[in-house]
């Protein structure tokens, strides 16, 4: 292993379960991407990009998820990496291509000495038909969620929050609004601006 593979192996180790590193490493070294760990964002986990213009694809997540919730959403991207490589942009994002490459590529991880038991259970029953976002399946996003370091004691869940309340998200104030399906309509208090929030995400209600 020379000095750049061991400073992904150390990046990757970092974040992910203590007994997947070698084998969420070897995702990497069998087909090579750039791997960012982003700062949260409120949209989206992780992404998968790949430019005309550059050799190597980039992978991108989240720093402030818990390690189980990182590896799922690590899994999930070199999935997406797999199916370009492939079949390039010929294929529906999340269709039937990346269900399977996903599935595959997570079930080695799918065992008690990686995932605890609750997550686990939640993790088997979402990798059937597994969905575009991996907090969009209830059961384990609440699962993953009990692993979620408490960073501030005043955090709500979105979804706690009433109607019309308001809340700081990324030093940002918005108003809640009706909820669509796994996410929530607010609106940005400042710019009068829509967003869609996952349901899910921890916010920090506004003092009346």
């Known amino acids: 292993m ?4 061991q400073n992904i192996y150390n990046r ?4 992910v379960p203590e007994n997947s590193a070698k084998e969420a490493f070897q995702l990497w070294r069998e087909k090579p991407f750039r791997f960012v760990v982003s700062k949260a964002r409120a949209t989206k986990l992780g992404d998968f990009r790949k430019k005309p213009s550059e050799d190597l694809a980039m992978i991108t997540v989240n720093e402030n998820l818990n390690p189980y919730a990182f590896l799922i959403t690590f899994v999930h ?7 370009y490589a492939k079949y390039k942009n010929k294929v529906l ?55 979620d370091k408490v960073e501030n004691p005043l955090e709500k869940s979105l979804m706690h929050l009433a109607e019309g309340e ?42 009346d």
């Open 2 to 5: 020379d000095l750049y593979e």
């Open 12 to 15: 990757i180790q970092r974040f």
């Open 77 to 83: 991207e070199v999935a997406h990496h797999r199916v």
């Open 93 to 147: 994002p999340h269709g039937v291509e990346w269900k399977m490459a996903f599935r595959e590529l997570m079930l080695p991880f799918q065992k008690p000495e990686i995932f605890p038991a609750n997550i686990l259970l939640a993790l088997d029953k979402y990798m059937i038909n597994p969905k575009a976002a991996s907090l969009s399946d209830m059961k384990l996003a609440q699962a993953l969620k009990l692993y």
């Open 166 to 207: 308001k809340f700081t998200l990324d030093q940002k104030i918005y108003q809640k609004l009706e909820p669509r399906r796994t996410r929530i309509k607010c609106v940005e208090v400042k710019t009068g601006r829509n967003y869609l929030v996952h349901k899910m995400a921890m916010v920090i209600p506004c003092p």
